[in-house]
């Protein structure tokens, strides 16, 4: 998902386009013979976070991939809010966030020289402050003058995650954000995700942690085999409500 930072670079104010929520109409993805996604269809709107809830190969990377304009759906169509990402794809990439399996991250470099890197593609004014603005939302104020590779994983997660937060995109697509994370961190997370979502951001997450999640969520869509096998507003007992939806025949 590289290109959502390389996109970045050819940004410049009049595209810096918004939009307040995502339309998903009856999306599909093919992969030859394979169906990764088949009809999905629901909405997302600012100031909300939606959880995409499914086993390993339930279409959940394969969707955010297609949110975050990097994969185009076979057939069906994800507008941003009245915007096409066929005709404004590269300009709608400066306005998403992305975490992703690979973090992205330079091991050579610091913390704080990693996140203001990538503040200085997205033009920021200041990025060194805003890369110190950024490690203390992380919890990590303390290390950044050390460089990556002598971080935990936990850690480097956390860097990662103000990596793809460092523009303050409108979209926030986090594949299995908890990844790594001790408990304390965990929590700080799920603050930082609330926090985001009062500020209008749209955050959507694909996660396994279904404890962490619970509570958390505006939506959930479970998903099975690629399609919607439930889509729940306001979600409790999420573990409980897994089990059910996908027990299911």
């Known amino acids: 998902m590289t290109n959502v930072v390389s996109a970045s670079r050819r940004t410049s104010t009049r595209d810096n386009l918004d939009f307040d929520h995502i339309a998903v109409s ?6 030859g013979r394979r169906r990764a996604v088949s009809h999905v269809t629901f909405t997302a709107r600012s100031g909300s976070i939606l959880g995409l809830l499914g086993p390993n190969g339930a279409g959940k990377s394969t969707m955010l991939a297609m949110l975050a304009t990097l994969l185009r759906p076979t057939s069906g169509s994800v507008r941003f809010g009245s915007l096409d990402p066929r005709e404004h794809g590269a ?4 306005r998403i966030g992305v975490l992703g399996h690979d973090l992205f991250l330079y091991p050579e470099l610091t913390a704080h020289e990693n996140l203001a890197f990538f503040a200085g593609l997205y033009h920021s004014a200041d990025p060194a402050g805003v890369a110190t603005r950024a490690l203390a939302h992380a919890g990590l104020a303390d290390r950044a003058g ?19 937060l460092i523009h303050g995109p409108r979209l926030a697509l986090l594949d299995e954000p908890f990844t790594g994370l001790d408990d304390a961190s965990a929590a700080a997370l799920v603050g930082r995700l609330r926090a985001l979502r009062d500020g209008g951001t749209i955050v959507i997450l694909a996660t396994h942690d279904l404890e962490l999640a ?4 505006d939506e959930a869509i479970f998903l099975r085999d690629g399609r919607v096998a439930s889509a729940v507003a306001r ?7 897994y089990r ?4 299911r025949s």
């Open 26 to 31: 009856d999306v599909s993805r093919h992969f």
């Open 91 to 94: 300009a709608l990439r400066g």
């Open 146 to 164: 050390d460089q990556v590779h002598s971080f935990s994983r936990g850690m480097r997660q956390r860097v990662a995650l103000e990596r793809a």
């Open 214 to 217: 619970d509570g958390l969520l």
């Open 235 to 241: 979600p409790g007992q999420l573990r409980s409500m």
């Open 244 to 247: 059910d939806v996908m027990g």
